[in-house]
């Protein structure tokens, strides 16, 4: 739990549109990332007093951004998470928010 | 040899390993503490144990959630999920850890409504999909995580999400530490400080142990280099007889941490009064639960809580081996009834538990010199 996965933003937003059909709901800070490929929802709202904008690099952790970092300490990031045999795990945790794959 | 090529800049990482043997290189024996559960996974992950020289070693410290999480708060969430309105969501990581009625994973088998979720809001998410059940969030993590369920908390409450409760176990890293550098075996010199919660509190909250404890402590990454670099750093400060707080994730960490991560946690979070954790007892102001203005979605105020208190097997030594008085291995039960498949006691139970990764690793050391040493 103490690994956080690296994502690059793609879009930034104060929608979170609720695919299910049961309307809106509104979130101050929301925000589309890619990681390895994948993109997600993740939620931008610990990263209030330095927001991040689409090009930038974050550290995520349980689906909410923690920290920028660069392009080179993501890439590092990734390589470690491959390292410590938690990139399948990685992955699966970034697919599975917004419930995309389970339940 | 295969990881060689894949770790940033080898040559760095043997010049590294040079220096601590350099600065190691008398009589003197160094214990120093990885405080981190992701620290304490990587070490034996790239075995920098066998690069370090005899007198450097590492005890592995609590900094593993689902580790210190003691049994009864399982099978007090567990208990509540047998409602048939109730959904009971959680992190995958929680899902195999036992209760005296068996793992979430194992009432999920039997019928009960167990989800996991690997972001808080999912749990909250699940409460707007399901308006006519009730979800709870079975909360754990220290200050990595405790923003991300505050922040969800607010929002719950800004929406005026009802059916939705958190069943607050978030503990907090400094009372541990506090608890470690008490206990009257203590003989631990250093740290080398988390990684990730330091990116929420920052670097400031470690100072007491520079200036009452007089012990050096660097915050530290999680690459072999990072892991390395902090051992320097440490065997500098402790050879010249300082005592002060360093960074060496500044890329990541921030010295005054993420204010509004902080925010988030203030706004929604008291310190309880004590704690149970697991193989250390109770410890004061160790853990938060949901202030007054958040009683609608604390699950310990919106159901009756049996509060179940079970006593951890007295052949398991989780305590000591938490203090580093003991290593793993020399636990009575570790490897026989203990096992990551099987686990008895609580460091058993998560790949970041030293137990866990002792267990996974350390047999590599008799098969196989690491790719680090190789470098090294």
């Not at chain 2, 370090?52 to 689902?66: Q, R, S, T, Y």
């Not at chain 2, 050391?365 to 090294?376: E, V, Y």
Request: hydrophobic content about 40%.
């Amino acid at each position: 739990m103490c690994l956080a996965i690296p994502g690059k933003i793609i879009e930034v937003s104060s929608l979170i549109s609720d695919p299910s059909g049961h309307g809106s709901s509104w979130s101050p800070s929301s925000g589309l990332v890619e990681v390895a490929g994948v993109r997600r929802r993740i939620d931008l709202g610990l990263l209030e007093d330095d927001k991040p904008v689409p090009g930038d690099w974050v550290l995520i952790h349980v689906g909410f951004a923690m920290s920028k970092i660069s392009e080179q300490d993501a890439a590092d990031q990734m390589n470690t998470l491959r390292m410590l045999g938690e990139i399948d795990g990685a992955m699966q945790e970034v697919e599975g928010y917004g419930l995309e794959d389970v339940n | 040899m295969r990881f060689v090529d894949e770790f940033r800049s080898p040559e760095l990482i043997s010049k590294t390993a040079e220096e601590i043997r350099r600065l190691a290189g008398s009589e003197r024996h160094y214990r120093m503490m990885e405080v981190c559960g992701g620290h304490t996974h990587a070490i034996y992950r790239f075995g920098l144990k066998d690069i370090l020289p005899e007198n450097i070693e590492l005890i592995h410290g609590p900094g593993c959630p689902v580790c210190v999480l003691p049994m009864g708060r399982i099978d007090d969430g567990l208990a509540l999920a047998q409602d048939p309105n109730v959904i009971f969501a959680a992190f995958g990581d929680m899902m195999r850890v036992p209760g005296t009625q068996g793992s979430p994973l194992e009432h999920k088998a039997r019928g009960m409504d167990v989800r996991i979720v690997y972001s808080p809001s999912d749990a909250l998410k699940l409460a707007r999909l399901n308006p006519e059940r009730h979800v709870i969030f079975f909360a754990i993590g220290f200050e990595t995580t405790a923003p991300s369920t505050a922040l969800t908390l607010m929002r719950a409450k800004a929406e005026g999400i009802r059916n939705f409760s958190v069943f607050c176990n978030h503990v907090t890293i400094i009372p541990a530490m506090r608890a470690i550098l008490a206990a009257p075996d203590m003989r631990l010199e250093a740290f080398i400080g988390p990684g990730h919660v330091s990116t929420v509190i920052g670097c400031r909250p470690y100072e007491w142990i520079a200036k009452a404890e007089h012990k050096p402590i660097v915050v530290s990454g999680f690459e072999p280099l990072d892991i390395l670099q902090s051992v320097v750093m440490l065997l500098r400060q402790l050879n010249a007889g300082e005592a002060k707080v360093e960074n060496q994730y500044k890329r990541v960490v921030p010295w005054e941490g993420n204010a509004s991560a902080l925010k988030a946690m203030a706004e929604v979070f008291a310190l309880r009064p004590h704690f149970e954790w697991r193989g250390m007892g109770f410890i004061p102001e160790s853990a938060l639960s949901l202030r007054e203005e958040y009683a609608e979605w604390d699950t310990e105020r919106r159901f009756t809580v049996p509060g179940i208190r079970v006593t951890d097997p007295k052949a398991a030594q989780c305590g000591e081996v938490l203090r580093g008085v003991l290593k793993p291995h020399q636990c009575k039960l570790f490897g026989r009834e203990c096992t990551p498949e099987r686990p008895v006691g609580a460091l058993m139970v998560s790949s970041e538990g030293s137990c866990a990764a002792y267990y996974n690793y350390e047999h590599r050391k008799a098969t196989a010199p690491s790719a680090l040493t190789m470098i090294a």
